[in-house]
């Protein structure tokens, strides 16, 4: 007796909507996602139970060493390029366009004024090994009357805060750094009567 073949039919999946998917998923990334730059200075954060998030938009972050050197960025490439504008302007510093486009395509900016061009004026990889031993100097400056006047870092606060009032500044210290490196800081924003700030730290649980 002849065996009876059972014809087979094929299994066809129609893949279109699941590629729909995939596109949708992927575009909605692509146009939510922040792209978070290396920070050239590596700073491990102390522990804290504290979860209260840091601002994701509108922060001027302050990053301090353990060396005690400052260094600051800006999340907006707008606020960052007025701020070098009228930093360079109120310090008599001509930039030009290739300086500033390494200034706004760097991570953090920290700088002297009186050192700025000549750092900008470096390759892309010596800029990342040169910003660790400069800082933004805290030391109170000059004024033509023989007074003492702000800090370059307060002046790059105040500069920031100028273009975006909105600023909320967010202090990142190594684990490492002295108390009295980082009192010196909340020390020179309370000059100026930013009593509001919020210091990142490393979450962790209580029982930790």
Not at 82 to 104: E, H, P, R, W
Not at 123 to 140: F, N, Q, R, V, Y
Not at 183 to 208: C, F, G
């Amino acid at each position: 007796m002849g065996k009876v073949k059972i014809k087979k039919n094929d299994v066809w999946i129609d893949m279109t909507p699941m590629s729909d998917v995939m596109v949708l998923l992927l575009t909605f990334f692509m146009l939510t996602s922040t792209f978070v730059k290396n920070e050239p200075v590596k700073v491990v954060t102390p522990g804290s139970v504290s979860e209260v998030k840091v601002p994701e938009k509108d922060v001027l972050n302050i990053l301090v060493n353990p060396e005690g050197k400052i260094f600051m960025s800006l999340d907006k490439v707008s606020d960052l390029e007025m701020t070098l504008d009228a930093m360079t302007s109120k310090f008599g510093v001509k930039l030009n366009g290739s300086q500033i486009k390494a200034f706004k395509n760097d991570a953090m900016f920290g700088a002297p004024m009186d050192k700025l061009s000549q750092y900008l004026n470096l390759p892309h990889e010596k800029m990342a090994e040169a910003i660790k031993m400069l800082g933004i100097p805290t030391d109170s400056l000059k004024q033509a009357d023989g007074s003492k006047g702000k800090s370059e870092f307060q002046e790059w606060v105040t500069a920031a805060k100028d273009v975006n009032p909105n600023l909320k500044l967010c202090i990142k210290a190594d684990a490492r750094t002295p108390y009295k490196v980082v009192k010196n800081v909340m020390s020179e924003l309370q000059d100026m009567s930013e009593n509001r700030y919020q210091l990142i730290t490393s979450y962790k649980k209580s029982e930790d």
